[in-house]
């Protein structure tokens, strides 16, 4: 796999663009996925950044957009949603379910405004989050992979600034155990909304897609100018 390097966009050196990931890697980061591709192609790009079934990871599937039937799908192959080291939460039908023998399930929650909505979301993340740390007796850098299947809904349900907050919390719990986590935004670069949260964001990705093919990522990191092809996470 050929190595790209980074180049700042006030010039003064050329970090390899893999030393930038693997410090993410190190230090935790929150990507935000851009691009209006096939579901295919976004699910490819989650199982990527869930990283493979071969090493050691524990696994937040957050679904807004889909149900926890098709969670399989989104799960890098050898991976199962009913694993003990996967988490699944389930927000598209306004239930919260729990995948894994370790988990207990909670009972669904009725919740009387999109903003209650929206808090539950947030205390069921921190739940998910706290019950891995709490099982590794502390997680190693990158062990936690979160992904969030899409911000639409969130976005649609309540206003931006609800949403701001939300996603700051997430974060900052994300890079408070040095785990990975991604934002899938289905939108076109052009939309004012990616350029309002990209600032959020440690990264972003763009992903693009021509004749069916494996799709490109381009990598847009404050600070870097960096285009690349798949790159292992």
Known sequence: MPSSGISFRWGSGSPEFHDVLADFKQRGCNIL????????????TTMQLLGAST?????????????????NSKLPGGTNA???????IDWGDDERSVSGSMAVPETPRLTTSPEDSI???RSDIVTAVSFFDEWADG????ELRLSFDSLIKPLERCDQEAVERFLRTIMALIRGVSGMAHYHLPVPTSNPVVQELT???DARVEL???????????WHIPEYKQTTNWVQL
């Open 139 to 142: 997680l190693t850098p990158s």
């Open 119 to 121: 808090r539950e979301l």
């Open 33 to 44: 996925v851009t691009g209006r591709v096939s579901e295919t192609t976004t699910n490819r």
């Open 82 to 88: 009913d694993d003990p080291d996967v988490w699944v």
């Open 55 to 71: 090493e050691e990871r524990k696994r937040v599937l957050v679904l807004t957009d889909t149900t926890a039937r098709y969670a």
């Open 208 to 218: 693009r897609q021509s004749n069916g093919l494996v799709p490109e990522q381009r």
């Open 199 to 201: 600032p959020l964001f």
